[in-house]
Nanobody, 123 residues
C-alpha cells in the first residue's frame, strides 16, 4: 500500500501561484495513477486533477482547467500540482491520492489518500 505525504500549501493572495508536492513511498509508484482532490469547509471532497501512470494522460475538473497543471516524476516518486491564477474559491485542504488498479479518468477509482495540505487564498 502506498503512503502519500503532501507539502507546499500556504496562504497567498488571489492571482498568485502555488506548487503542491506529494511524496510517495511503500509501493511501486509507476503502478499508480495519481490525483489531487480538495475539500473546502462545509463541502464534500471534490476531484481536481489526475495523471496516468506514465504521465502521458491528464484529467482536470472544469473549475481548474487552464489554471492548474498536474505532473509526476516516477524516478523521484513525486507528483505535483502547479496552481496559477489562484482564486478565493480555491481555498481548501488539498489531498494527494493514488489508484493502483483504476484509471486517472475515473475519480472514484482513487482509494489511497494523504493527510492533506491547507491552501488559503486571500482576496
Amino acid at each position: 500500500q502506498v503512503q502519500l505525504v503532501e507539502s507546499g500549501g500556504g496562504l497567498v493572495q488571489a492571482g498568485a501561484s502555488l506548487r503542491l508536492s506529494c511524496a510517495a513511498s511503500g509501493g511501486t509508484f509507476s503502478n499508480y495513477a495519481m490525483g489531487w482532490f480538495r475539500q473546502a469547509p462545509g463541502k464534500e471532497r471534490e476531484f481536481v486533477a489526475a495523471i496516468s501512470r506514465k504521465g502521458v494522460g491528464t484529467n482536470y475538473a472544469d473549475s481548474v482547467k487552464g489554471r492548474f497543471t498536474i505532473s509526476r516524476d516516477n524516478a523521484k516518486k513525486m507528483v505535483y500540482l502547479q496552481m496559477d491564477s489562484l482564486k478565493s474559491e480555491d481555498t481548501a485542504v488539498y489531498y494527494c491520492a493514488a489508484s493502483q488498479y483504476g484509471s486517472y479518468r475515473n475519480p472514484s477509482d482513487f482509494d489511497s489518500w494523504g493527510q492533506g495540505t491547507q491552501v488559503t487564498i486571500s482576496s
